[in-house]
């Protein structure tokens, strides 16, 4: 993957990430491994910051 992303960054191809995951877990990882601060890193989509994870019934 790490091949990937310099290849990417090189060409100057924008690139995010798409995630399940809360952004209180989502962003303290990208983080730790250093994908918050790449170059081309569009964005990081995730489920927002909400009081409850399971959406209400209609």
Partial sequence: MTDLLEELDTHGLPWGIVTDKSARF?????????????????????????????????
């Fill in 26 to 58: 989502t962003i303290p990882l990208l983080q730790e491994l250093g994908l918050s601060n790449r170059t081309h890193a569009s964005s990081a989509v995730g489920i927002p910051l909400t009081p409850s994870l399971i959406p209400p019934r209609c």
